[in-house]
């Protein structure tokens, strides 16, 4: 009797502790299926049928497309359904999936606010909603999702202030909200994101001046290009950035001089500082101490100074550097493509560079892009040495007091833009001189002193759009038609 009543007592124990589990955690798989269920069920477009034809009761929701469930606790664990054209709205429903770890939603048409209910989805790791057409602000409840690592909210169409408490974010590597409508300040609070590695606001509209990134150790792309910040960057901006490969900070409002401690940055490949108003002498570090930077972008910008200066280092892994717009000065050393011997473009128009343009372009092997349009070289031939260039795409002289006869071309067959225009240039076009230009796109010759006939090998440049001999002193017969002519 004894035994029974202790059988009795143990197996009433058990129901307890079961009913009291059921109690407690009472969302199961069933839970995660209706909540999927309402969230299809707010679908409007599916055009290639992944949810219509695939999520039905009558299969586990664990086989589903884009889902896939934990195997100890047997719940919804990702939902991946990127880049499949699906339209409608996201359902709140989705709040019910507790174990939801990587959500990922983007390269579709959802619109309307993202739910408020996902941000208290504790165990999120990943969330990816890019490409999208959400609208609304980001909420300060973001700044509880303390396990997320990934957030990419990019290409949509948030606004509002980004919340204080995204600095509570301390796992994040990568956060991307490029290319939606944010504004106000970037938050102070961003500093306390020790992990980041990817950090991406470009395309928003972004005012003040950029918070210290010097606790961000492990950043390696940084990406605040098109938007209103300003300011000066600060003496240690670049102090502890040890790991970054990219940065761009194009097309703000940032003026005083670029901090000479980016020579620490020995890991930089990518820079772009143009379109800014800063000022002073680029420092030497760019290309005495970044010797991995593949590409440097200080165009339109007021910098200054002496333009021989900045070739006295060797960089051999340079292949992009743009210079145009600025306030230098100086003399262009002959020696730019030994010291840069990659270098594939090559921008410095509109600057105030002065003497002979250098005549030695045999070592610009690799060199498919050159403008020296615009700046205050003396007067003197155009250099011959640029048919050396055979890799050469686009080649722009303009304003630049150059005189006499334009030398051969034809061993440029990549040319496919040229532009001589604003010179003293004279003499006869020679009858062959279009016979190797089989690339030929735009040409612009108007305000020279060329005269006599058009030669007719024109007719070769079969891809030709847009040509302009305009204030010249052509004369002859015109025996070829092409989509803009300006001849005066």
């Known amino acids: 009797m004894v035994n029974l009543s202790s059988c009795l007592l143990l197996f009433l124990l058990s129901l307890h502790c079961f009913v009291a589990c ?81 959500l990922n939603l983007s390269s579709n048409r959802f619109n309307g606010q993202f739910p408020k209910e996902i941000y208290r989805l504790h165990r999120l790791k990943v969330i990816s909603i890019a490409f999208n057409e959400f609208v609304g602000g980001i909420p300060e409840t973001l700044g509880e999702l303390s396990q997320l690592q990934i957030l990419h909210l990019g290409a949509n169409n948030f606004s509002g202030f980004l919340p204080q408490s995204i600095g509570n974010l301390c796992q994040l590597k990568s956060f991307d909200i490029s290319r939606n409508m944010l504004s106000g300040p970037i938050p102070q609070t961003i500093s306390n994101m020790s992990s980041l590695e990817y950090l991406v606001f470009h395309l928003n509209y972004f005012s003040g001046e950029i918070p210290s990134l010097n606790n961000m150790t492990s ?3 940084v990406k605040f290009s098109h938007n209103n910040l300003n300011g000066r960057l600060s003496n240690d901006f670049f102090n502890q950035l040890p790991q970054l490969k990219y940065l761009t900070l194009r097309n703000n409002q940032f003026d005083g001089s670029i901090p000479r401690s980016i020579g620490n940055c020995t890991s930089l490949i990518y820079l772009d500082l ?4 800063l000022t002073g002498e680029i420092p030497k570090g760019i290309l ?52 840069l011997p990659n270098l594939r473009m090559f921008y410095l128009g509109h600057n105030d560079i002065s003497g002979n343009m250098p005549t030695v372009w045999n070592q610009c092997k690799e060199l ?121």
């Not at 269920?37 to 586990?60: C, Q, V």
């Not at 143009?274 to 108003?277: Q, T």
């Not at 280092?313 to 210079?323: I, K, M, R």
């Open 22 to 102: 059921l109690v407690a955690n009472p969302k199961t798989i069933t839970t995660d299926q209706s909540a999927l269920l309402a969230f299809k069920s707010l679908i409007t477009s599916d055009p290639y049928d992944m949810l219509s034809n695939n999520w039905s009761t009558s299969s586990s929701v664990c086989t589903w497309v884009g889902v896939a469930c934990d195997e100890r606790h047997n719940r919804v664990h990702s939902l991946n359904l990127q880049n499949m054209s699906l339209r409608g709205i996201v359902s709140p429903n989705l709040g019910n999936l507790s174990f939801l770890v990587i």
């Open 219 to 221: 950043l390696r792309v």
């Open 288 to 339: 005495g101490d970044l010797r991995r930077l593949n590409r440097l972008y200080l165009d339109n910008n007021q910098l200054s100074g002496n333009i021989s200066s900045i070739f006295k280092f060797n960089n051999s892994l340079l292949q992009e550097f743009y210079l145009s717009y600025n306030n230098l000065s100086g003399n262009l050393p002959s020696c730019i493509c030994h010291e």
């Open 274 to 277: 143009s379109s800014n108003f």
């Open 368 to 488: 498919e892009r050159l403008s020296l349009a615009f700046n205050s070289f003396n007067k003197g031939p155009m250099p011959g040495g640029i048919r050396s260039m055979t890799k050469l795409q686009r080649l722009f002289l303009m304003g630049n007091n150059l005189e006499g006869e334009i030398p051969p071309l034809n061993n440029l067959t990549s040319l496919w833009v040229v532009k001589f225009s604003h010179n003293n240039l004279n003499g006869r076009l020679p009858t062959d001189f279009f016979n190797q230009l089989p690339q030929l796109k735009y040409l612009t010759l108007w305000n020279n002193q060329f005269e006599g006939s058009i030669p007719r090998s024109i007719g070769n440049c079969t891809s030709l759009i847009y040509l302009d001999l305009s204030s010249n002193f052509l004369t002859g017969i015109l025996y070829f038609l092409s989509r803009y002519i300006y001849l005066k």
